[in-house]
């Protein structure tokens, strides 16, 4: 596909367990973003890849959040031990150097 | 702290007509500005940008102003048509390809 490619859509998770968010990035895209954007808000900003490389994740709520691009194509987010205040929408976002991001269409995220 | 604004929720406007939706921000280190649209169940598409050496860029119906001094930009959408009612979301960066803080969103609704 030409777009961002993100899996599952939704995910309805049990407070404490363990999920797994998968993004595939636009082919050739060297930059990909998290955001997780709550109800009623913005996108909020995560965490940051260039190629394999964390660059940045300052915007990982706590250490319960961990993600990975091992290879520097699809990037995986992992949530640890669900509360229900991770519920939300986990945006992937991917672009060529310095421009404007393209945004997949999310996992919806539901701890219950 | 919210470092970028969007002061109103809801916006409603007739078919045909201008919209204007506006968003401030406080972070001087700010100075590239985009504007996102949002349909439901989709993510962040991007419709327009400015830097800051500029105070205006103009996309077909759409143009974004912006106000170094006053820390304030705005899109206009004219005229107005009824597909351009979904969500939009101002963001910013300190320099094109960095992570993007997004303001809060604003609703369009085109009445026809």
């Known amino acids: 596909g030409a777009g961002v490619s993100q899996s599952p859509r939704y995910k309805v998770a049990k407070r404490g367990q363990d999920v797994a968010l998968r993004c595939d990035p636009i082919?050739?895209?060297?930059?990909l973003f998290w955001y997780q954007q709550a109800l009623g808000q913005g996108p909020e900003f995560l965490t940051y890849?260039?190629?394999?490389?964390?660059?940045?994740k300052s915007g990982l709520p706590s250490d319960r959040f961990f993600a990975e691009r091992p290879e520097g194509s699809v990037s995986t987010l992992k949530i640890q031990r669900t509360q229900q205040e991770d519920s939300a929408v986990y945006l992937c976002?991917?672009?060529?150097?310095?421009?404007?991001?393209?945004f997949g269409n999310g996992t919806r995220l539901t701890v219950t | 702290d919210q470092q970028v604004k969007q002061n109103s929720p809801s916006l409603s406007v007739q078919e045909g007509r201008i919209s204007i939706l506006n968003c401030d921000y406080t972070?001087?280190?700010?100075?590239?500005f985009l504007w996102y649209k949002k349909y439901p169940a989709e993510g962040p598409t991007f419709l327009i940008s400015?830097?800051?050496?500029?105070d205006k860029n103009e996309d077909g119906r759409f143009t974004v102003f912006l106000n170094k001094s006053a820390k304030h930009l705005s899109l206009h959408i004219v005229p107005s048509q009824p597909g351009d009612s979904a969500v939009y979301f101002c963001?910013?960066?300190?320099?094109?390809?960095?992570?993007?803080?997004f303001g809060t969103g604003t609703r369009l609704a085109v009445r026809p």
């Open positions: 976002a991917s672009s060529l150097d310095r421009s404007p991001l393209h």
């Open positions: 082919s050739g895209h060297v930059s």
């Open positions: 890849f260039q190629n394999e490389a964390q660059l940045d």
């Open positions: 972070n001087s280190m700010f100075d590239y």
């Open positions: 400015i830097s800051s050496i500029k």
């Open positions: 963001a910013a960066t300190p320099g094109s390809g960095d992570k993007l803080t």
